[in-house]
């Protein structure tokens, strides 16, 4: 098709619908429609914006190479400036292309978790334009673990920067849904290929280093790359328990506000007997004082509550489930207009550590703790 023709004037699939100026089209998870595909390439191709489905959360995708696409990104999520985004690739030799230089350490990572939620950082080429890293000499790259994903960056022929597909500072989008509510009008396309299967965001990884540092907990935990890489740290903001100065430069996403939640809230965290008491003395104090109370909760404890809305992540015992729900229940909670949010916190091991990570920064690190 000719680059001049309008983004919107492409013609629309059955199962798709307009909500304002974004196409919605529901697309097969295991056997995307090539024509779904194609039209949704043709977007990017065309400098447009369209979201979809990764194994971790929704993304916003543009053309990586292009800045005047990448720009719109910004534009729709009113996204800060100085946050780069993640590049997503669909073969290993587009990291070739994309970064200067892919030490040992993080050829083993991408054989050994790749296609997954594993974001490396390494030193840029000069393919990629500034606007995509803000100008930093890094770059984030990851190759995701979904069919509907890989197929629209293969058919696209170009790597596709993406953030997850949410208002800035929003929770990220773990359905179709939730893209629409914070992005309808704003981007081109949604691809809907149902919940996505992980809830939390990649881990990201900075290789640039003699010592890989984790930037970011996320859906491959840290547990497992300590097997494979023997050396690994965690950078300290990964587990504050306070707002810190972070290093801008290195981790330019750890210091704005995240899956801020609108309702003003609380994480008790500690032995689950301890944290459950005191969940029901916040929740008494806070019903006195006539404030519309929500708890997220887990399966162990739900049952104990009598706050206005009640909602359970899942069981203790099973920290996968609990990222899997913990956005989607975040925005319920909001739609629910409770006034407070009290939550509960679990053990930072395996996806814990991604779901307490998330859940300090929604709390704006108002945390309890109780022993
Ligand atoms: O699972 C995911 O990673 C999702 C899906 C869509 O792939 N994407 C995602 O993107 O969570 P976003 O933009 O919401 O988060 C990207 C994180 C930010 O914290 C950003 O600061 C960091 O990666 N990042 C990106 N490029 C970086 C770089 N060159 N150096 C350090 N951090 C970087
Ligand atoms: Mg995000």
Do not use: C
């Not at 993640?86 to 030799?93: L, Y």
């Not at 997220?296 to 203790?316: F, I, M």
């Not at 729900?325 to 996806?351: H, M, S, T």
């Amino acid at each position: 098709m000719p680059r001049s023709r309008p983004v919107a004037a492409t013609k629309s699939p059955s199962a798709a619908k307009k909500l304002k100026d974004t196409l919605l089209i529901k697309i097969s998870s295991e056997k995307p429609e090539i024509e779904k595909i194609q039209l949704a390439a043709n977007v990017i191709n065309k400098g447009g914006l369209v979201a979809f489905p990764t194994e971790t959360v929704y993304g916003l995708g543009a053309d990586a190479l292009n800045s005047k696409a990448v720009e719109k990104i910004f534009a729709a999520k009113k996204r800060p400036p100085d946050n780069p985004i993640i590049v997503h690739v669909a073969s290993k030799e587009d990291v070739y292309r994309l970064a200067k230089s892919v030490p040992k350490g993080a050829e083993k990572l991408m054989s050994q978790f790749w296609p997954g939620p594993l974001t490396l950082i390494l030193k840029r080429s000069e393919l990629v334009p500034d606007i995509t890293v803000v100008g930093l000499d890094t770059i984030a790259i990851r190759m995701p673990n979904n069919e509907v994903a890989l197929a629209l960056i293969r058919e696209s022929r170009t790597p596709i920067a993406a953030p997850s597909a949410n208002l800035a500072g929003r929770p990220s989008p773990t359905t179709a849904q939730h893209v629409i509510d914070d992005l309808a009008g704003r981007i081109d396309v949604v691809l809907d290929a149902g919940p996505t299967r992980i809830g939390v965001e990649s881990t990201v990884v900075d290789m640039t280093t003699s010592i890989p540092v984790v930037l970011r907990p996320g859906g491959t935990p840290f547990e497992k790359l300590k097997n494979v890489l023997g050396k690994v740290d965690l950078h300290p903001a990964v587990i504050a328990a306070t707002k810190r100065r972070v290093d801008v430069a290195r981790s330019p996403g750890m210091k704005h506000r995240h899956y801020a939640p609108k309702a003003e809230m609380v994480v008790v965290e500690g032995k689950p007997e301890k944290v459950l008491e005191r969940v029901q003395g916040l929740v008494a104090s806070y019903m006195a004082k006539d404030k519309k109370v929500g708890v997220l909760a887990t399966n162990e404890s739900q049952s104990n509550y009598n706050a206005d809305v009640v909602k359970s992540l899942g069981s203790r015992s099973d920290p996968d489930t609990i990222a899997k729900n913990l956005f989607k229940l975040l925005r319920e909670l909001d739609q629910e207009n409770v006034d407070v949010i009290i939550a509960e916190g679990i053990a930072a091991e395996g996806l814990g550590l991604a779901v307490m990570n998330r859940v300090r920064r929604a709390a704006n690190f108002n945390i309890v703790k109780v022993s």
